[in-house]
């Protein structure tokens, strides 16, 4: 029988809920407790695969090919799982399976409501994780903030959980924010009261709080946390912020949360092993040389845009020994002619993926300055596509090379709509997603980088390669050195004569780890550090 730690938060938003919940599951799995995740979002949208990141932030995909929300990318890489789409539930998606329920007949006539239709639909969604992993403890974070009207469903069904699984079986963590008083010089509890006390109203007391802050927590702001929130002294644990996410396990392990949390639900774990962990970590905060990438986007301006990517480099220089150094180039000030300026001195360029024709010369322009200037380049899926196009342009000298996406009218469409996606109408959840295979052409880098002959990675895109300029783009030097088994998608791309210049179509930043980065993010990074810096290496002018 599973048990169940539902995780809730205060005050504000972004208070680090998914970072706590991650770092929970880590401190569990430490002690061979085997732990799967759940994010449920109160949100109307079915899944935020057609949402703006500037409102969403990334979208992270599941091996079954579900897009969901970037949380999911945390527990995944702290708790070292392949999550499925059971692990992301929204309104959009409850709400559908309720009123569809009711348009066959299901509910015999009666009335549909919130209680019990909703919550009991709710409840069902976390209990299938449950069934689907057949873990000890599922960890559930619900979105939002205490107090949201869209989450008074979410808080409701978790509320009933404790009475229907047994109080010993389910354990309340609430993650909230102490702000500070600047002309005080104080920590403020009040927000934290009342947001408990908005829990307690709806019928939860939380067992645990985890309290965020930027400033160091003093025993009397723990103390009084406990006497107005009814939560045991060594229940109030601080949540300093940290130099880096990684270190968040190893804070609430040394609070005594770990400890708490099996003696709460009755856990048997065996000795603590968070010895790898700690190694990384200590090794994430020590001084190191650092490599500049240059990570060319068109959402640059919000970061959790990139937040995979952005880790995956990390994870790379790391096992690199190395400090990356991230140097956010948006895409759209690469379209000015001179602004390549822009570029110099970095180790190396990636393209990440994004969809629109909007900045999309400026990928190009990066594209092109990696090839002329032999700076390694990793392309993923738009960044694969926009380094086709750029060397389409140069191989068949025809400046109008482009994807049909961004030029429905291009004479030379080198990208393409996939075939399957030509009738499609409905945007939602009709892409190429999830997890495919990949047969590597042996002797290439991207082989090297892999160093197995089948690869398995996780897409999401709508267009590809098209075949028909195939053998005229490697007749010029382009290879293509990832292809799906039947021969007929082109899934890797490098230049024969560069360095290191490689894309793909898919997504390999979802399958990084801090202590086992991916292999082409660890190849690139590796390429990268052996770049000569601006002044010594040759630069030649943009063609």
């Known amino acids: 029988m599973s048990k169940y730690i539902f995780i809730t938060g205060g005050v504000v938003s972004s208070v680090g809920k998914g970072i706590s919940v991650a770092s929970i599951g880590r401190i569990l799995k430490s002690r061979a407790i085997t732990v799967s995740v759940q994010k449920l979002d109160p949100y109307l949208n079915v899944d935020p695969g057609t949402m703006s990141p500037y409102q969403h932030g990334e979208v992270f995909v599941t091996q079954d090919g579900a897009e969901t929300d970037l949380d999911l990318g945390h527990y995944e890489r702290f708790i070292d799982v ?19 329920g009711e ?24 209990r299938e994780v449950a069934r689907r992993s057949d873990a000890s403890v599922i960890i559930v974070e619900v979105g939002g903030t205490v107090g ?15 009475n229907e699984e047994g109080r010993d079986n389910v354990l309340y963590i609430h993650v909230t924010f102490l702000p500070h008083i600047g002309t005080t010089g104080e920590l403020k509890t009040k927000p934290t009261q009342h947001s408990v006390n908005e829990l307690r109203r709806i019928g939860i007391q ?15 702001i723990k103390d009084k ?33 770990g400890d708490l949390i099996i003696k709460r639900l009755g856990l048997e774990a065996k000795n603590i092993d968070l010895s790898e962990w700690r190694r990384m970590v200590e090794k994430l905060k020590a001084a190191k040389e650092p490599v ?18 952005r880790e995956a480099l990390c994870h790379a220089a790391l096992y690199h020994n190395r400090q990356v150094d991230i140097k956010w180039v948006h895409s759209e000030d690469l379209q000015t002619r001179g602004n390549e300026r822009l570029l110099k001195s970095v180790n190396g360029i990636i393209v990440p993926g994004g969809f629109g024709h909007r900045g999309i010369e400026g990928m190009i322009v990066a594209a092109n300055y990696a090839r002329q200037n032999n700076i390694p380049y990793l392309g993923l899926c738009l960044g694969m596509q926009v380094m086709t196009i750029e060397f389409g342009r140069y191989a068949l000298r025809n400046e109008r090379a482009n994807s049909t996406e961004f030029d429905p009218q291009t004479p030379c469409p080198v990208i393409d709509l ?9 945007m939602g959840g009709t892409m190429r997603l999830g997890t ?10 991207a082989a090297r980088a892999y160093g197995t002959d089948v690869i398995y990675e996780r897409h999401r895109h709508r267009f590809e390669f098209n075949n028909e300029y195939r053998k005229q783009l490697e007749e010029k030097g382009l290879v293509c050195s990832g292809l799906s088994p039947d021969n007929q998608l082109v899934e890797i791309v490098e230049i024969k004569d560069h360095p290191w210049m490689v894309a793909c179509q898919f997504h390999p930043e979802f399958r990084s780890r801090p202590n086992r980065p991916h292999p082409l993010f660890a190849s690139f990074m590796a390429a990268a550090t052996e770049t000569l810096v601006e002044g010594t290496q040759v630069t030649l002018p943009i063609k």
């Open 103 to 126: 348009r066959r007949g299901d509910f015999l006539g009666g009335t549909i409501q919130v209680v019990p239709h909703v919550t009991n639909e709710i409840k069902r969604r976390i």
């Open 418 to 426: 996939l075939p399957e996606q030509k009738d499609v109408d409905v």
């Open 225 to 257: 946390i406990s006497l107005f929130c009814d939560v045991d002294k060594q229940a109030v644990i601080p949540l300093v912020t940290a130099g880096t996410i990684y270190e968040v396990p190893l804070m609430l392990e040394d609070a005594g949360l």
């Open 436 to 445: 495919y295979p990949c047969h590597l052409v042996p002797g290439t880098r």
């Open 206 to 220: 939380p067992d645990v709080i985890l309290c965020r802050s930027d400033h160091e927590i003093s025993q009397g």
């Open 292 to 309: 500049s990438i240059a990570l060319v986007g068109k959402y640059v301006e919000l970061q959790d845009a990139y937040y995979s990517v």
């Open 82 to 100: 392949d999550l499925t789409s059971a692990s992301n539930a929204t309104s959009g998606q409850i709400y559908s399976e309720v009123i569809a």
């Open 148 to 162: 949201d009207i869209e989450g008074l469903p979410f808080l409701e069904a978790i509320r009933q959980m404790r």
